[in-house]
Every structure is written in C-alpha cells, then in structure tokens.
C-alpha cells in the first residue's frame, strides 16, 4: 500500500513540474568528438527531462564522417549542420546512437530557438557547446 503512495505522489508531481514548467530538468552531456579517442569529451549533449519523455538535444555536422567535412571544420571553415532531437529511455551511448532523430518542429521547448541559425557550424566559432548555451538560456527563461 505505501508503494502505491509513493507512485502516486510520484505521478503527480511529475504532472505538477510539467504543468509549472517545460523543462523541469536538464544535463549536459560529454561525449567524445571521435569513436577512436573516447578521452576526447568535446561533443555536448543536453539530455531533457520534458514531462514524461528524456529528449536528447546537440548541434552536429550533417557529414560529420565525410573526410572533406573533417578537412573543412579542422580549417575553420563552415559545414552544412542540423539540430537533432533524440527520444530515449536512460543515456546510454548505445540506446542515444541508435536512436532516431524526431523533427525539431514538434518538440514544443524548441521554440524559443532561433533554428535558422543553427543550419551551419563552424568548429572555432559555431559549434555544439556555442549552440548548448543558448538552448539552456532558453530554458532559463
């Protein structure tokens, strides 16, 4: 009976955080830039606790593999880039890889965002943890 309580409670204020506010909890996540130098936790992801789903959120390259993108981004220059939004169940880097991306248009907490100018990066001056700080400034609001 006391679990049933406890549950309860639980759902209702999850229901009571979500109704006070969109985002109720977020973390920036580390993560590698390169699958062969796991050291290397450049990358950041903002992981989401929006009502009852954890939405995954970066800034990335469209190409990110292609050698000419690599080239370009190591010579300062811009590459064509997306936001991409995640739905997952915990934050793994298995269950967050295999996941595909929702379209941004849906996701209600993006709309304070400016997406048209996330649509290129530029390693120096525009990049994933540039973009981080804005989407949490959004959040902050």
């Known amino acids: 009976m006391e679990i ?19 985002v109720s909890k977020y973390y920036i996540q580390k993560t590698p830039i390169f699958h062969f130098w796991p050291l290397l936790k450049m990358h950041h992801i903002v992981l989401v606790n929006y009502c009852n789903d954890m939405l995954a959120i970066d800034f990335t390259p469209i190409n990110q593999t292609h050698p000419e993108t690599l080239i370009k981004l190591a010579l300062g220059q811009n590459v064509p880039a997306e936001i991409r939004v995640r739905k997952i169940k915990e934050w793994n880097m298995v269950e967050w890889s295999k996941a595909s991306s929702i379209d941004i248009k849906t996701v209600s907490i993006l709309d304070d965002l400016d997406i048209t100018k996330w649509t290129k990066m530029n390693l120096y001056r525009h990049n994933c943890q540039h973009f981080i700080k804005e989407l949490v400034k959004t959040f902050d609001r």
């Open 4 to 22: 049933y309580m406890i549950y309860r409670m639980w759902i209702f204020m999850m229901l009571f955080c979500c109704a006070m506010s969109t």
